[in-house]
C-alpha cells in the first residue's frame, strides 16, 4: 500500500530544488538586497543627525550668542538715549532757569524803581501832609 516511486521521489525532490532556486533568486535575494540597503540607509540617516544635532547645537550656541549681542547694543542705544534726553532737558531746564532768574531779576527792578518812586512821591508830599497836618490841628 505504502509504496515509494524512486521516479517520483526523485521528480518531487527536482521541483523542490527547482522551487528553493528560483524563491532563492526572485525572492530571496531582492528581499535580502532590499534589507542591507535599508539597514545602509537607516546607518546612514542616524550619522546625519548626529552631524545635523552637533550643527543645530553650535546653531543654537551661536544664536543664543547674537542674542547676547543684541541685547547689549539695545542696553547701549537705551543708554544712549537716556543720555541724550537727559542732556536735552537739562539744557531746556537750564534755560527755563536762566529765563526765570532774567524775569526774577527785571520784577525785582522794577519793585525797586516803583519803591523809589513811592518815596519820592511820598517825600515830594511830606509838605502837603505838614500843611494839612496843620490845619486841622489849628482847627482844633
Not at 543654537?60 to 532737558?89: F, G, M, T, W
Amino acid at each position: 500500500m505504502l509504496d515509494i516511486s524512486p521516479v517520483l521521489l526523485l521528480s518531487t525532490a527536482i521541483i523542490f530544488l527547482f522551487v528553493v532556486a528560483r524563491l532563492n533568486s526572485c525572492l530571496f535575494v531582492p528581499l535580502l538586497k532590499h534589507m542591507d540597503d535599508r539597514d545602509k540607509s537607516i546607518k546612514k540617516d542616524l550619522e546625519n543627525a548626529q552631524s545635523n544635532s552637533a550643527d543645530v547645537d553650535g546653531m543654537l550656541e551661536e544664536a543664543s550668542h547674537v542674542i547676547a549681542e543684541a541685547k547689549k547694543e539695545a542696553a547701549a542705544i537705551r543708554d544712549q538715549a537716556y543720555n541724550e534726553a537727559k542732556e536735552v532737558a537739562d539744557a531746556k531746564l537750564a534755560s527755563a532757569k536762566e529765563e526765570l532768574e532774567a524775569k526774577t531779576l527785571k520784577f525785582a527792578k522794577e519793585l525797586e524803581d516803583e519803591t523809589k518812586a513811592l518815596k519820592e512821591s511820598l517825600v515830594a508830599a511830606m509838605p502837603q501832609f505838614n500843611e494839612s497836618l496843620k490845619a486841622k490841628i489849628s482847627s482844633i
